[in-house]
């Protein structure tokens, strides 16, 4: 099985989720049943991402030529990939990565996101016996050449400890953030509705925290959020945000609210799911000396940044916590 044919498979697979056929739409709506947070506008969002940026034949095959990927992987490692669930198809990128490289995953799916997954790895099957061999699930992953493995940072001190001895990705908590400079249009602030809002916010692109300059005016801002207005009649997230509001209520502390988003002065980068966290700065240069200092951030928005809006729309070749994840794999 050689590159041509590998990016041959894996764009028939971007065909079939655009085409958003009646058996691709059934397997939305199992996903969904079986993971609350998962609804349909939110799957396709991320599914549609995917077949745009990471499945296009050319972007294929710019990422494995600029990556040196072989034509023929004449010694395939097996790979364990262990996959979280927080947002649809966040493991899809480890895995896509291993298949193209030729080496053979072994993945171990998240309890809450596991039927988008499988179905698409069981189309590469059918198309190609051979091909469908490289994927196979297990619920214990012992005895592989190296492994992928993403979660919390309390899991992330386990996998440490369990995969010390072989070569391993271990990827912790982050999140994103954005910088604002008050000069931001409404078109600019609707964008940014959409980083702070896709996936219930539960995703590590999800603006959870903005920096706003001193005397900063945030009607605009609640206005231009209220697009979303419709998730807090979602019941998962209206619970969520109830029970932050009665914290905040609760403690006495300050807050502002558009109905579905709760904005709080706090110096964390996270956030809780319907909370948005703001801090005052002064000085820009400062807010970004201290965001380069720390490893928590996935991505920044605003002028100068990632464009507002773009944050959940990575390209294959943005690799999460800015790990080549093909460099490893060409180096086992």
Not at 104 to 110: E, H, L, Q
Not at 175 to 192: F, H, K, P, R, Y
Not at 308 to 328: E, H, I, R, W, Y
């Amino acid at each position: 099985m050689n590159l041509q044919h590998r990016i041959y498979l894996l764009s028939r697979l971007g065909d079939y989720i655009l085409a958003d056929g009646p058996d691709w739409r059934q397997v939305v709506e199992r996903a969904g049943a079986e993971n609350g947070w998962f609804i349909p506008e939110f799957v396709d969002s991320a599914a549609k991402n995917i077949a745009k940026s990471f499945l296009n034949p050319q972007k294929l095959a710019s990422w494995a030529d600029e990556n040196h990927v072989p034509d023929f992987r004449t010694a395939p490692k097996n790979v364990g990939i262990i996959m979280a669930g927080n947002i649809p198809l966040v493991g899809f990128h480890d895995w896509l990565a291993v298949f193209l490289s030729g080496h053979n995953a072994v993945i171990k799916p998240s309890s809450r996101d596991q039927v988008l997954i499988k179905h698409l790895t069981a189309l590469i099957s059918d198309w190609d016996k051979e091909a469908g061999a490289r994927t196979v699930y297990a619920d214990m992953l012992k005895g592989l050449d190296a492994y992928i493995a993403t979660g919390s940072n309390n899991s992330s001190r386990y996998f440490d400890y369990y995969f010390s001895r072989y070569p391993h990705i271990i990827r912790k908590n982050r999140t994103s953030v954005a910088i604002l400079d008050g000069t931001e249009t409404t078109a600019e602030l609707e964008a940014l509705a959409d980083d702070v809002y896709l996936y219930f916010g539960l995703g590590c692109r999800n603006v959870t925290k903005i920096f706003v300059p001193e005397a900063y005016d945030f009607v605009p801002l609640l206005e231009a959020f209220r697009k979303y207005n419709y998730l807090a009649d979602h019941h998962k997230y209206k619970n969520n945000f109830d029970y932050n509001l009665a914290l905040h209520l609760l403690n006495k502390q300050f807050y502002m609210t558009n109905g579905s988003l709760l904005l709080v002065e706090s110096p964390s980068v996270f956030s809780p799911i319907s909370q948005l966290n703001y801090s005052f700065y002064s000085n820009k240069e400062a807010v970004e000396n201290s965001l380069q200092q720390t490893d928590e951030i996935q991505a920044i928005s605003g002028h100068g940044y990632i464009p507002f809006g773009q944050n959940q729309c990575p390209a294959v070749s943005d690799f999460a916590d800015a790990v080549n994840t093909l460099d490893f794999l060409n180096s086992l």
